[in-house]
């Protein structure tokens, strides 16, 4: 679950117990049933935009206003090199697949859906010309492996077909 403030925004993890959120170039992982904040993750050269743990919360993922994406091991801290598409705008929305675990699907304000894989930090597919206007949001479908639909300011919804990447 998503919650989108003002200036920011919180995601909680599988239990309910975690939530990560975004200040600056940092994100905070905060433990809801002792009330404080459990660790700080830096590494972004922009302001951060989205963040999201995994299936498992053993990773968190998280964009910024320059483009990168990082992934981050919630358990060492450690951080990977930053990914960054080809046009490198701001991520607005990042979201993992719930079927291939390491699938991390992204939107961004150049109006593409990129699809990145995770465990080699690898762009798989983008579709650059999905939105006409920034693309905000992303979402796999919770039923069906192959399909991806995005959102954007163009005031298009559009249904992706993963497996023949249209």
Not at 25 to 49: E, M
Not at 94 to 123: E, M
Request: hydrophobic residues 35%.
């Amino acid at each position: 679950m998503l919650l989108q403030t003002g200036k920011g925004f919180l995601d909680f993890n599988s239990t309910s117990r975690y939530i990560v959120s975004g200040v600056d170039q940092a994100i905070n992982v905060w433990d809801l049933k002792v009330r404080s904040l459990r660790k700080t993750y830096k590494g972004h050269t922009g302001k951060v935009t989205c963040a999201k743990f995994n299936w498992n919360d053993t990773y968190i993922a998280s964009g910024s206003d320059t483009g990168e994406i990082i992934v981050y091991n919630a358990v060492s801290g450690q951080g990977c090199s930053p990914m960054v598409a080809p046009k490198a705008q701001a991520v607005k929305e990042i979201q993992y697949s719930h079927f291939k675990k390491s699938l991390l699907g992204s939107a961004s304000d150049d109006g593409a859906v990129n699809l990145w894989d995770t465990n080699t930090r690898r762009l798989i597919h983008s579709f650059s010309d999905a939105h006409r206007a920034p693309a905000t949001g992303i979402n796999f479908s919770p039923i069906n492996a192959i399909f991806l639909m995005s959102v954007g300011l163009d005031k298009r919804i559009i249904c992706y077909d993963l497996e023949g990447k249209k």
